[in-house]
């Protein structure tokens, strides 16, 4: 069965303390690695996707990296806007464009 | 672009009652849409995935019966909750895949927050 677990649960940073979250997948077949920003009360805001292993990709204050087993979302100077619950997701080869996520992990960051 | 309404925003109504939730694509056609639900703080649990011109595909658990999915164009599908109870209350999202980027990234609407009394 496909999963993703995403550590820690929640994480508070000063502003300016960079960090990474983590998420970590057994997922057959990986046909992307997604990760998503989601603020209270609102949709999920799609961040980046991954392919491959080694693959990286940037946003501003955000990047993210991708091993054969892991993501990590590294965040490098954060802001408090930036607090919000940041989720990963899979996608598995085949027929289902279905995606697996993780429960995410809650990042407030204090002024 | 890949922009994905919802409409309402916010629905409140009496225990029995049905209530229409519509999801829209609004710069690009999407074949498949998907239907989610999350609880207070918990991540998204697929409810089914929505075909244009198909039946839906639900998930295990899922009551087709009471959570009827219709895809009726390339930019719309519908999730109408019948006789909904108190435990029908939750946060139900929508998103669609744009098949115009070659991606498999799904993008999100804003959701609609359900309450039933």
């Known amino acids: 069965e496909d999963q993703v677990t995403q550590s820690p649960e929640a994480l508070r940073l000063q502003e300016g303390e960079s960090s990474s979250l983590n998420c970590s997948y057994t997922v057959s077949g990986l046909r992307g690695l997604f990760w998503y920003r989601q603020d209270p009360g609102k949709g999920p805001e799609f961040l980046f996707t991954l392919y491959s292993a080694g693959e990286e990709k940037e946003k501003e204050r955000l990047k993210a990296t991708l091993t054969k087993k892991e993501s990590f979302l590294h965040i490098t100077a954060p802001k408090p806007e930036d607090s919000a619950t940041y989720l990963c997701a899979g996608g598995s080869q085949g027929g289902s464009e279905k995606l697996v996520f993780g429960k995410g992990t809650k990042l407030t960051v204090n002024p | 672009g890949a922009v994905v309404s919802q409409h309402p925003s916010r629905v409140i109504c009496k225990s029995g009652t049905s209530v229409k939730i519509e999801c829209r694509s609004l710069?690009?056609?999407?074949?498949?849409m998907f239907w989610y639900r999350q609880f207070p703080k918990q991540s998204l649990m697929l409810m089914a995935t929505s075909n244009e011109g198909s039946k839906a595909t639900y998930e295990q658990g899922v009551e087709k019966d009471k959570f009827l999915i219709n895809h009726a164009s390339l930019t719309l599908s519908t999730l109408t909750v019948t006789s909904a109870h108190p435990e029908d209350s939750s946060f139900y999202i929508c998103s669609a895949r744009d098949p115009g980027t070659g991606g498999y990234e799904q993008y999100f609407g804003p959701g609609t927050r359900l309450t039933v009394t």
């Open positions: 710069d690009f056609q999407a074949t498949t």
